[in-house]
């Protein structure tokens, strides 16, 4: 499951709300030993006023799905990591996220991700794999 989640690119956030009401939105993610990385990045956004970074304030527990779909259904997986999220405020561990996020994405290289910068402590990861 590590290999895969190593060499894939893109996950999915899940997070729920305090009425209880799920939201997901795709990330691109750093990853380091138990924990999983992500920042806000330069791409437009509707507002500043994230959903998920509200969601994780009101409810830290957080799923991140990392999968891959072929026609050829024999080639099948799914990675869940469920965990804790929290927002990242020390200046040394925004930077460490954001130079794990840039190592893995050439984008991040030229323009790096402004923040707000989320560490989820990873607390169980789940698996499977058609293979």
């Known amino acids: 499951m590590r290999r895969r989640l ?13 009425d209880g009401r799920p939201h997901i939105v795709p990330i691109t993610f750093g990853l380091e030993d138990k924990t999983l990385y992500f920042a806000v ?3 437009p956004k509707r507002t500043t006023n994230l959903k998920r970074l509200s969601n994780i304030a009101t409810n830290p527990a957080v799923s991140v799905l990392i999968d891959r779909y072929e026609s050829d259904w024999d080639l099948l997986w799914w990675v869940r990591l469920d965990g804790t999220a929290r927002i990242v405020t020390e200046p040394g561990e925004v930077e460490h996220a954001v130079n794990l996020l840039a190592q893995r994405y050439e984008q991040y290289r030229t323009i790096r991700p402004a923040g707000p910068v989320v560490a989820i402590t990873i607390e169980r990861m789940t698996g499977w794999s058609a293979a």
């Open 41 to 43: 990045d330069f791409k």
């Open 6 to 18: 190593e060499t894939s690119f893109v996950a999915r956030l899940a997070t729920v709300d305090a």
